[in-house]
T-cell receptor, first 112, second 114 residues
Framework: DAKTTQPTSMDCAEGRAANLPCNHS???????VYWYRQIHSQGPQYIIH???NNETNEMASLIITEDRKSSTLILPHATLRDTAVYYC?????????????FGGGTRLMVKP | DAGVIQSPRHEVTEMGQEVTLRCKPI?????LFWYRQTMMRGLELLIY????????DSGMPEDRFSAKMPNASFSTLKIQPSEPRDSAVYFC????????????FGPGTRLLVL
């Protein structure tokens, strides 16, 4: 699975959009981009995933560039409860083991 | 659904003692994963099962660690003998199938080995 690069930390004002970038320049054609987050003292939580097209669900939006070398997770109206470590993970669709390789993630701090 | 259930939530033990961590996956899920999280190494996959069969245990640190899944609703991770460097948070996760992308994590077991 391809490696990802994320900023170590980011701040965001409560109520504003949080835009979390992820670089995955070595991504290959059959690899999906996944986002998980981990709130303090909890287990990781699935947020969203995508292959080529932009995706949106009740939690967030995922914007993937046309060349698929980077993506951005958008939390449209961040709240204090969105303070967490956000992990961007690339996983091949033929990864039969469904294994997830977590990197360092981005520590998002939402401030009042 | 209750989600993935882990017990105990916290465990404090002395070096050399046996430690057993337990996990109940979400009903109907066929894949189960054990992860370990430390400040130094982050979140690491230790082993995963599919249909109760261990598929990849390459992440298990050494022979002191063993995992079993006797049935679809129960798994254990055992450390014998435990060492201080085993102190970490151990997470169990399950997914619907091997190819299902969404893994659901339990709340974790915080282990401290003195």
């Amino acid at each position: 699975d391809a490696k990802t690069t994320q900023p170590t930390s980011m701040d965001c004002a409560e109520g504003r959009a949080a835009n979390l970038p992820c670089n995955h320049s070595t991504i290959s054609g059959n690899e999906y981009v996944y986002w998980y987050r981990q709130i303090h003292s909890q287990g990781p939580q699935y947020i969203i995933h995508g292959l080529k097209n932009n995706e949106t669900n009740e939690m967030a939006s995922l914007i993937i560039t046309e060349d698929r070398k980077s993506s951005t997770l958008i939390l449209p109206h961040a709240t204090l409860r969105d303070t967490a470590v956000y992990y961007c993970i690339v996983r091949a669709s033929n990864n039969a083991g469904n294994m997830l390789t977590f990197g360092g993630g981005t520590r998002l701090m939402v401030k009042p | 659904d209750a989600g993935v259930i882990q017990s105990p939530r916290h465990e404090v033990t002395e070096m050399g003692q046996e430690v057993t961590l337990r996990c109940k996956p979400i009903s109907g899920h066929n894949s189960l994963f054990w992860y370990r999280q430390t400040m130094m190494r982050g979140l690491e996959l230790l082993i995963y099962f599919n249909n109760n069969v261990p598929i990849d245990d390459s992440g298990m640190p050494e022979d002191r660690f063993s995992a079993k899944m006797p049935n679809a609703s129960f798994s254990t991770l055992k450390i014998q003998p435990s060492e201080p460097r085993d102190s970490a948070v151990y997470f169990c996760a399950s997914s619907l199938s091997r190819s299902q992308e969404t893994q659901y994590f339990g709340p974790g077991t915080r282990l401290l080995v003195l």
